[in-house]
Nanobody
Framework: QLQASGGGLVQAGGSLRLSCTAS????????MGWFRQAPGKEREFVAA????????NNADSVKGRFTISRDNAKNTVYLQMNSLKPEDTAVYYC?????????????WGQGTLVTVSS
């Protein structure tokens, strides 16, 4: 089970940190990802981090603004979001999969809403 939290309302240019805590799985064995879905749009990839944290990957739309990190001792993955823009408004989901370049995300959290006002 994945539980995401940390969403809220923030003004453009502000920051938020999302958290996603896992239970019932061997967290340190999984690649963790963040995705988002804006109203009326398809879900899109935001960022991913390998099991050890050694590798990360960000979508071009968030590079330089968002940072993904993880704490395996706390079974938690984070998404630090800075310089937020109104177009970042979406429900953000965390997800887990095995492997890095292969495989589908098997486990999904319930989502947390981020609203960025202009």
């Amino acid at each position: 089970q994945l539980q995401a939290s940390g969403g809220g309302l923030v003004q453009a240019g502000g920051s938020l940190r999302l958290s996603c805590t896992a239970s019932g799985l061997t967290f340190s064995a999984y690649t963790m990802g963040w995705f988002r879905q804006a109203p009326g749009k398809e879900r899109e990839f935001v960022a991913a981090i390998s099991w050890s944290g050694a590798r990360t990957n960000n979508a071009d739309s968030v590079k330089g603004r968002f940072t993904i990190s993880r704490d395996n001792a706390k079974n938690t993955v984070y998404l630090q979001m800075n310089s937020l823009k109104p177009e970042d408004t979406a429900v953000y989901y965390c997800a887990a999969k095995t492997g890095w370049n292969q495989g589908e995300y098997r486990y999904w959290g319930q989502g947390t809403l981020v609203t960025v006002s202009s």
